[in-house]
């Protein structure tokens, strides 16, 4: 059985950094483009950054890109959103996902979600 599993949010304070991990078991990561994802309260779900399963590349949307980097310990099996500088406006449920590619449209798997709430 197929299972992601994400952990490390929680509260922080605006401009406080956590890290997001995102935990496989039953599928190997480094197969698998990973993808973060985050939904609000009110708005629709968004990506955030995605590592790539060929060569490591990255992306990010251009509201995180200098503030939070993605990547993947192998050995582990987990990939990892180190967020810093942290803003309210990041306060969402976070997810993490596995497909064939980045871009691809649905991804095939899906982690439960952690929290994050930035605010003081």
């Known amino acids: 059985q197929v299972r992601l599993v994400e952990s490390g949010g929680g509260l922080v304070q605006p401009g406080g950094s956590l890290r997001l991990s995102c935990a496989a078991s039953g599928l190997t990561l480094d197969y698998y483009a990973i993808g973060w994802f985050r939904q609000a309260p009110g708005k629709e779900r968004e990506g955030v950054s995605c590592?790539?399963?060929?060569?490591?590349?990255?992306l990010y949307a251009d509201s995180v890109l200098g503030r939070f980097t993605i990547h993947r310990d192998n050995a582990k099996n987990t990939v990892y959103l180190q967020m810093a500088i942290l803003k309210p406006e990041d306060t969402a449920v976070y997810y993490c996902?596995?497909?064939?590619?980045?871009?691809?449209?649905?991804?095939?798997?899906w982690g439960q979600g952690t929290q994050v709430t930035v605010s003081s």
């Open positions: 590592i790539s399963s060929s060569d490591g590349s990255t």
């Open positions: 996902a596995a497909s064939a590619e980045c871009s691809d449209y649905e991804y095939d798997y």
